[in-house]
């Protein structure tokens, strides 16, 4: 079996796995890093979202190969404080949380790229990411109390 | 509002409930090592750090109990909220049904409410005892509160961990009392969802991230129709591929068994194991099976509306309740009116796809799931492999989402029976497709309201007939109370035999009768000459004499509930929306309105929709719900929840639409089966009426108004009307 080595969350880390296999299945069946989820498969509902290279992708879609020698980024590798995080927690942003990580990880992304996004910019950065308890109301306000947060 | 249950006393001997589950004894060590002196029941356990450890007793999917019976139990037993500890209980039969019953029908809160606060007042009478002991002065003269036993008149105060040991060679008490609500200082503050700091970090466990040593994983291809069974498949093919480690035939064994009660929700299949998930998928991909045959008279959506065509003839299968003879009246009079609406099939489509692990072993098996009925789920595993209950160990983990999903045992029974198939632990992980193509389903189900009318509009007699799955039945514990009592009802049911499985969903039977009911009424009320809003209300405060008996006595519906309850909420909570109304109207608010409510058990909540409809794109600008729950628990938790069923109802009405074709699903993933995203969440106002009377449940209530509010507002709007769900072209919207 092939094996690959990756860097995840400043770590590098060697796997064999078979070179189709996405990401995400890397992250959880082979490293045990599973705060990203498993909701669709086919890159639909963003409950998967990592980054790599700092732009998020759909962990179901990306198989492992495609990643050696990229930096990977996973809910793990965001620390607690992150004003991300904070403002989820201070909005108490999640019920399950099943799909949170991903939108955290979506929600990051934006606000890396554009730390003053418009309603029609998170609008388009976050329509990736499906929450069936339907938290979107708070995501979007949590996005921009995070917006406000990392300015200050 | 009149208090009901404050300053109560309550008789522990007449219940034999908190003395039964009362276990005062000294000296163990809990899961952790850490010594626990004072035990004073089940679900609690108290340190000299003074630390409270809760035990969790339901399932926690996202609804926010596992805080909130927390709250319930801390602010009864006066305890600090900073040190209260809570854990998941694994499933005992110890607990019985009062303790770890279902979670379901938004009931956790209502339901644990007497209990929790029976237990906690226990050990806090207890811990008061203790103190006065220590103290040396009268018991009279102590309370509880943040943690502490104080003595009134001195002001000296023991903190509880310095109360353990001492507490636990107390007298259980005979009789207790309740804390005023006067006094509550945890109970309606906005406290953090417990979970929230592990789901941020992505270290909440759910199922799916189960790992046991010596694991493998399960992919299973399940029969595309209830009931068809394996033929033949080409499993030396399969076990070929590199990482599979077998292709075993799961079959469902109690297949010939009819009783509703008994029956597995599990369908007969073949299941690809292998080393990973990933692997099990793909190879799962190359199974090839064939099925026996099934006879499909009803199997496409042309023949289901054949058979509800045909139904609309047919006599009821049987009566829900009856008062007066409506369909005499209905001979009597010349003029009636008459509307029927449709709610679709509709799935799940949980975040987290159903997931088990089991590890069979001679003596015991280990599971590690989410469930929501543990005891009936075991009763129904434990009947395939013919096992009592107590052989399993269940681990009920927090999940993502269930939707009431998670009522049913077929994706327990299915790990169960392949880990003692292949002797070591395995774990069956659902996909996508599975879950949205092979699973159960919210039911199709038609509303037929008719009225006859007499002189000025009054209304003589009032018929519903609802058209629904046989098994629907199953589900007779969520069909709504009746509310308008304005004339003599008759409610019935004439069951049509759709094939596909039925689950309950998120409100259940309060779903489509809220669109049929609240649909209905709007446009009862138009064809009268009246304003909607205003006519609901003249419904509700001119009701006749409430039955006291009705038709077969088939349904248990308590109308002493009906009338002390949910009629004047709902009259509170209509004038509420009419003060709202009001206000938009004066501030010149541009968009147009439509009103709906609707109960869920004894909750009851209205919604005003706003709306616009420029060249037919319809835009749902604002959603305020107005909700009569009694003691609100946790504002911000609630708030969540009605948030969160809005975004529910929202999915239903745009898009949610399960179809078949020679019998199969059509829908495979969230590209054909489409759920609410971010774009189109409108915003969300939500009231609370101030109410203390006992909790009576959040989890559901927000949901049914949602699809009639905004039907009624199309028509308030375009003249319209809309009787199908799901609407057709959110941006070009398909007016009939």
Redesign the interface.
Known sequence: MPRFILNINDIEYTVEAPERMPILWVLRDKLNLTGSKFGCGIGQCGACTIHVDGTPVRGCCVPVKALEGKVLRTIEGVPTEHPVKESWRKLDVAQCGYCQTGQIMSAIALLDRKPKPTREEINRAMKGNICRCGTYKRIKNAIKEASKNQIA | MKRRFFIQTVSLGSSGFALGAAVPFLGSNDSLGKKVVFEPNLLMSLGEDGIVRFKYTRHE????SFTGLAMIFAEELGADWEKIQVSQADYDEKYGNRLYGNTGGSGTVRRMWEPLRELAATARTMLISAAAEKMNVPTEECFANNGLVIHKPSKQRVPFGELASLASHQEVPKTVTFRDVADYNIIGT?K??L????????????S??V?VDNMV?ACIVRAPIMGLDVISFNAEEVKNI??VVDVLQVSNRLKEVDESDTKTSMRNGVAVIAK????A?EAAEKLQVEWTDSPLENGNMESIENDLAMAKGNSATYTIFETGDVVDEFKNTTSTFSRTYRNPFQAH?????MCATADYKKDRCEVWSSTQHPNRILQRTGKVVDRPISFFLLHNL????S?GRRFYDDFITEAVVLSKMLKRPVKV?W??KDEIATSGYHALQEEEHTVSLGENGKILGWRLREYMSAQTEELQWAFPFQIYYNTQRLQEVVQVPFRLPIMAWRSVQAHPHALGLESFVDELAKYLGKDPLDYRLELLENQIEFPKSFGEKRFEVNFNSVKEILVPRAIRVYKELSRLRNQYVTSNGENTLGFAGHSFGPTFAGQMAEISLENNKLQVHKITCVVDCGLVINP??AA??I??????GLSALYYNNITLKEGKVEQQ???DYK?????K?P??EVIFLKNEDAPSGIGEPGVPPVAPAILNAICNATGKRIRKLPIIGIDNLELA
């Open positions: 999917m996202g609804q926010g906005p953090k969802n979970n929230q700091d592990k789901i941020l970090d992505g270290k909440l466990q759910y799916m991230d790992v994983y590199e990482g990973d998930t990933w692997t998928f489509a949980l975040m987290e796809p927090p999940c993502g989402g939707f992980v996909n996508r911000q938790l969540n929840q948030e969160g069923s809005i975004i529910w993933n969230f590209h759920v609410l995203r971010i774009d969440s915003e969300v």
